[in-house]
T-cell receptor
């Protein structure tokens, strides 16, 4: 149980284009999903918290107009990197909390490697 | 937010025990977590411990919690090459809405 999928697993795009990454909870409902960014050999940096049916809460320093988050259902959140630039190249990981779980544990997707050329 | 500190690197031989240490700052944390990240993959929840416990054992994994010193450790018995990964400890913050992660400990297991 508690499986989270991400699609695509890797993507290469040209500078100036937009890329959408999907995060799905496969066997549980997630009122809250999280989007992280991870640079090589570094820890995860929380970008935003996404709550189903409401606007995402962005961490300080994260441009909300550049990283558009939509959480339209209890099992799907999307992150769109708009007008991507090479410095946006990174490993993006989503996670989800089971709304029925009592703790704070999060279940992570396998990540999406974005390369902007 | 709170700080979670970990040593960055640990190297052991196959068959030995590995101990990964972590210190945290929020004494009110009810749960503490260990995650494993293999290369190019997301994080996998390994185990967690409630703050009212001193120890939790799950097969080859033993978690020890010292609340007084705010110290958490993960012991892996009979470490295998497949255990090579980065291990993150994490504690909740902001009213359980999210987790604070340590920087991760890279465990390298040599044959």
């Amino acid at each position: 149980g508690a499986v989270v999928s991400q699609h695509p697993s890797w993507v290469i795009c040209k500078s100036g284009t937009s890329v959408k990454i999907e995060c799905r909870s496969l066997d549980f409902q997630a009122t809250t999903m999280f989007w992280y960014r991870q640079f090589p050999k570094q820890s995860l940096m929380l970008m935003a918290t996404s709550n189903e049916g409401s606007k995402a809460t962005y961490e300080q320093g994260v441009e909300k107009d550049k990283f558009l988050i939509n959480h339209a259902s209890l099992t799907l959140s999307t992150l769109t990197v708009t007008s991507a630039h090479p410095e946006d190249s990174s490993f993006y990981i989503c996670s989800a909390r089971d709304r029925l779980a009592g703790g704070a544990e999060q279940y992570f997707g396998p990540g999406t490697r974005l390369t902007v050329t | 937010g709170e700080d979670v500190e970990q040593s960055l690197f640990l190297s052991v031989r196959e068959g030995d025990s590995s101990v990964i240490n972590c210190t945290y700052t929020d004494s009110s944390s009810t749960y503490l977590y260990w995650y494993k990240q293999e290369p190019g993959a997301g994080l996998q929840l390994l185990t967690y411990i409630f703050s009212n416990m001193d120890m939790k054992q799950d097969q080859r994994l033993t978690v020890l919690l010292n609340k007084k010193d705010k110290h958490l450790s993960l012991r892996i018995a009979d470490t295998q090459t497949g255990d090579s990964a980065i291990y993150f400890c994490a504690e909740p913050y902001s009213g359980y809405s999210t987790l604070t992660f340590g920087k991760g400990t890279m465990l390298l297991v040599s044959p």
